[in-house]
């Protein structure tokens, strides 16, 4: 999603005729535009995102180096490198819920990811602050991780961090709602959020057969909705209904978390038997 900016926060306009007498130069090129810019706008070292990102390459370059094919890691490779799978986490590895975040299928699968998280991510550490930012994409990951073992209740190995990509669209809606009635370019922001989110749902949801994570993603965005509206309570634009929605999303994260703790710790699960076609992209 494209960062928002009011038409206050841009910079002056210059005169042709300025006090020192000289005319405005038409040929200053002004401040150069980085290629990068025009995808990931500011981007930065400095940006949490980046290293995250950076560590699931190297992870991934780790799976494939002791076992994959054709750049897929095996999917006997991902479960020992602590992927998602309902029984032993139901055994008391939990921590799979987390790691996994950082393991991917494919070469396409995290690239895809990256780009994903990182053109996310960027307008959402700006927003909410390093901190912050950091806390949603783990704990809305971790929260729909959590909440697609509960669903599918099943031997399936899930791996991917979409699940805390997803909890970043979530949040980001989160702000435009609660900040619509403040925005100058409401058309342009709507565009960009309807492409954005037809380009989403084409991709993840156009082939119900494959082997996608729709109840990770379903969880990742709800647990990151509500932890955009958790995160905005300080801001002094807040609408009036802000209260009730608060009070929704606490009720909501709490479900969320405690919903899948009983369904998988109270309730037996299927027994794994681990097959190459039951891996899942979160």
Known sequence: MSNI?????LPPQRDSRS?????FNNNDPGPSLRFVDLFFPGITWKHSIIWISLVQFI???ATCIVGSYALSPFVTTLIKFQASVPSLVKEGQ???LLVSLFLHASIWHIVFNIIFQIRLSLSCEVKYGRILNFTIYFISGLLGNLFSVAIRSS??????ASTSGFGLIGAQLAELILFWHTLQNKEQVVINILLFGILMILIT???PSSAIDHWGHIGGFVSGTCLGIICNFKSDLKPKWYKAAF???IALISSTLIGPIIRIWAFELAPCV????KLMNP
């Not at 006090?19 to 005319?23: A, D, F, T």
């Open 94 to 96: 939990v921590w799979r």
């Open 59 to 61: 992870v991934y370059i």
């Open 205 to 207: 949801w156009g082939n």
């Open 155 to 160: 031997c399936v190995v899930a791996v991917g």
């Open 19 to 23: 006090q020192s007498g000289r005319s």
């Open 274 to 277: 681990v097959f190459p076609e």
């Open 247 to 249: 009070g929704v999303s």
């Open 5 to 9: 900016h009011r038409l206050s926060d």
